[in-house]
């Protein structure tokens, strides 16, 4: 929608341009705006002041170019378990807001492959969704994920109860055969929990002892379980595991 948008202003003022030109020129606006959210307004929230800083990707005023040998691949630990860290920000009542006015709301586990909340009065619902999202503030990264993501997820009409996104989760990183929780650790820079007894530092001590109740040895620990119980880092939004397969092996290509 965007590159199209952008095309036909490009075609307004230069008539004369091939359909290639304009291609051209407007795929490279739309990659600087990509590059503009993503660097400038997305990463230093989502990843704090000091992963940006040591990993040199703030944009500043330098030019930006193209490197052909980057490996764009994701990593498994990355795609698995990291970036669905987002999973614990979502929020179950979703508000529903035009021109900055509350205007309904819904509940996301009764419109999993719904396009009612999309479409009502002629397509407005889709801008007032925007407009929830935009104004509605997300969950905090905690421990906690909302009941329309873990005895809800995508119910079926009718249905008194659906998946659960974290036991997927879970089950997707063991299928996937990633090291536990305790080895990112060590692979991170942290100190390797070598006892049940108490939690590491980084870790909320609130949440250790159901830990404790489900896992016999650290060793056993599922990397998205212990990463999810960790206090955020500085300015972040997760803690200093996620943070590190986010920055340091999927940025740094430190580990395959």
């Not at 703030?58 to 994701?74: A, F, H």
């Not at 040895?217 to 997760?238: A, C, K, Q, W, Y």
Request: hydrophobic residues 35%; contains cysteine.
């Amino acid at each position: 929608m965007e590159h199209n948008r952008i095309a036909t202003q490009i075609r307004n003022v230069r008539p004369s341009w091939s359909d290639e030109q304009i291609y051209q020129e407007t795929r490279r606006i739309v990659a600087a705006e990509l590059q503009q959210v993503t660097y400038d307004q997305y990463l230093p929230v989502v990843l704090g002041p000091n992963a940006m800083q040591q990993y040199s990707l703030y944009l500043g005023n330098e030019y930006t170019n193209y490197d052909s040998n980057v490996d764009p691949t994701i990593v498994n630990s990355f795609a698995t378990a990291a970036y669905r860290f987002g999973h614990t920000l979502v929020n179950g009542l979703m508000r529903l807001v035009s021109n900055r006015r509350p205007v309904g709301q819904f509940l996301i586990r009764d419109n999993f492959g719904q396009s009612t909340q999309f479409t009502q009065s002629n397509g407005q619902g889709y801008d007032w969704i925007l407009g929830g999202l935009m104004t509605q503030n997300s969950q905090s990264f905690d421990p906690f994920v909302s009941a329309d993501l873990t005895n809800f997820l995508l119910r079926s009409p009718g249905r008194d109860f659906g998946g659960d996104l974290v036991a997927r989760n879970i089950q997707r990183g063991r299928d996937h055969g990633l090291p536990g929780y305790n080895y990112y650790r060590g692979l991170c820079g942290l100190s390797r929990i070598t006892s049940m007894a108490s939690p590491p530092p980084e870790v909320r001590a609130d949440a250790w002892p159901r830990v404790r109740s489900l896992y016999t040895r650290p060793d056993d620990i599922d990397l998205f379980t212990g990463s999810l119980i960790e206090v955020p880092v500085p300015g972040g939004m997760s803690g200093p595991t996620f943070n590190c397969i986010k920055v340091k092996i999927q940025i740094g290509r430190a580990h395959v």
